[in-house]
């Protein structure tokens, strides 16, 4: 348990660090900003993009363990089933957390004109802190107890 715990740390600093990688890149001209063209239905549905994956992934990533099905799996008594559907789900949690911080970030550069994906990427970015990997709240939740 604690190798995938130790792998989930390792791609959630990646993410962060890619992202700080495109912002510096961004930041000193090396990548080019303000690369997406203006106009009222553009900026209208990169703005939409925007809300929709920051609000969504942040959701998304704060509330997944508590949805019932997950929670399910992750109570089921096999122990290997558990710990396969923590690392699988906690994957798909980093997943949905990098594509929304990744997706926001470009479109803050992309278009500077428009201030919607400035706060939206300071939403992700701050729900991103608590996604955070760690172990399971329930600490049998990994043990193999017999009945």
């Given at each position: 348990?604690?190798?995938?715990?130790?792998?989930?740390?390792?791609?959630?600093?990646?993410?962060?660090?890619?992202?700080?990688?495109?912002?510096?890149?961004?930041?000193?001209?090396?990548?080019?900003v303000?690369?997406?063209?203006?106009?009222?239905?553009?900026?209208?549905?990169?703005?939409?993009?925007?809300?929709?994956?920051?609000?969504?992934?942040?959701?998304?990533?704060?509330?997944?363990?508590?949805?019932?099905?997950?929670?399910?799996?992750?109570?089921?008594?096999?122990?290997?089933?558990?710990?396969?559907?923590f690392?699988?789900?906690?994957?798909?949690?980093?997943?949905?957390?990098?594509?929304?911080?990744?997706?926001?970030?470009?479109?803050?550069?992309?278009?500077?004109?428009?201030?919607?994906?400035?706060?939206?990427?300071?939403?992700?970015?701050?729900?991103?802190?608590?996604?955070?990997?760690?172990?399971?709240?329930?600490?049998?939740?990994?043990k193999?107890?017999?009945?």
């Open positions: 348990m604690t190798s995938t715990i130790f792998r989930l740390r390792i791609v959630y600093i990646i993410v962060w660090a890619v992202t700080a990688a495109w912002i510096l890149l961004s930041e000193t001209g090396v990548v080019p303000e690369y997406m063209g203006g106009g009222s239905r553009l900026d209208y549905y990169l703005s939409l993009l925007s809300v929709v994956t920051a609000l969504g992934g942040s959701y998304f990533c704060l509330r997944l363990f508590s949805y019932g099905r997950i929670k399910a799996l992750l109570e089921q008594s096999d122990v290997n089933g558990r710990k396969r559907a690392a699988f789900w906690s994957f798909v949690r980093l997943g949905v957390l990098a594509s929304a911080l990744w997706c926001n970030a470009m479109l803050y550069y992309g278009t500077s004109y428009s201030p919607t994906p400035k706060y939206c990427l300071l939403i992700v970015a701050v729900a991103s802190v608590f996604c955070w990997p760690v172990k399971p709240v329930n600490e049998n939740t990994f193999d107890t017999k009945m």
